[in-house]
């Protein structure tokens, strides 16, 4: 079926400016753009005072693997068995039933980075997915995203309490080097036709010292050198996330030419890992040029807490549309799907939410409509 939208006021998130114009759907898929599209055969909706941008994205979620909806809380995110599980696949665990899921295509957010928990130094293999479906895999974008990583409080709790390696920050930073090493020289074996016993876990990271997915690594404050440093020293590219305390590091960020999935900025301050919640961070990079997503490791936070997100980056003085780029185009980077989502563009999907109102600076801008591949999945 196809769809017309009319009359909207258009974010492409691109360079390409359309103060008024419309978009033509078909197949799934953005078949033109541009004023005064006429299709007899089209549904018609009428995006007239209403603002239409690419769908929303979280580049850093736990939907599904985490389940607080029940009597008790289910974590299916964090394997916890041994301080490296690279291999474990998100998307075995994940419920797609999860009511979250809802309450995201309810609220403009069209696709999700799913993530294991950060229990472990090596966590297993993110993916993403677009957020409404009944079956994961009938939902998946892009698997794996990435090798996703832990350091600092997380893993040395999980294995401190148990008296093993890594109890320390020590202890972490040398399962994660060391892994990393094990991991070059198996892949270096196989290179040279060795004979190699198959290691799962080899296998994973070896995607991403081939450059084939990036290693999303959970840290902040000074934690984040540590991760500039090793996955520098391997030539892995790499996203900080949450990046608590990216102030005080930026020249390092910028240097190592990492992404910054930076959030959330609605947590509470308190000892430790929460200690310094900068949001200003988030406008300083961007002017910089690091590429930065805002995410809300939800459903830690609500999903709709996103908009939260957009709006105090606003308020720190980051300008509206360039805070609505970290939760569209720059999120659809570290995801590795820009070439699918984050822009209104001829060929890519139609993930399109109409908005009345504009996010980050009207409290009450609400979602009118939510399209995910070319159907009208929510209507207010």
Known sequence: MKILIKNGTLCTMTENKI?????LIEGGKIAAIGPEIQDPAAQVIDACGLYVMPGLIDAHSHIGLFDFNNEYTVDDANEMTDPVTIAVDAR????PKAREFRASYEHGITTLLITPGS????????????TYGNNVFDMTLKAPCAVKIALGGNPKNTYGDRKQLPMTRMGVAHVLKETFRKAKEYLDKKERKEDVDYDANMEALGLALKGEVPCKVHCTQY???????VCKEYGVHFSLEHAWGATDYMDEIVESGCDICYGPIA????????????????KELDQRGVNVALITDSPILSEQSLYHHIGEAVREGLPQERALRMVTVNAAKVLGVADRI????????ADIILVRGRLGLDTDAKVEYTLIDGNIVYKR
């Open 19 to 23: 103060e008024k114009g419309d978009i």
């Open 342 to 349: 984050g822009t209104l563009e001829v060929g890519k999907d």
């Open 92 to 95: 075995y665990g994940v419920n």
């Open 267 to 282: 947590t509470y301050r308190s000892p430790g890992e929460r200690r310094k919640i900068d949001v200003e961070a988030v």
């Open 223 to 229: 934690d984040m050198l540590t991760a500039i440093e």
């Open 119 to 130: 229990g472990d130094v090596f966590c297993g293999l993110p993916f993403a997915l677009k």
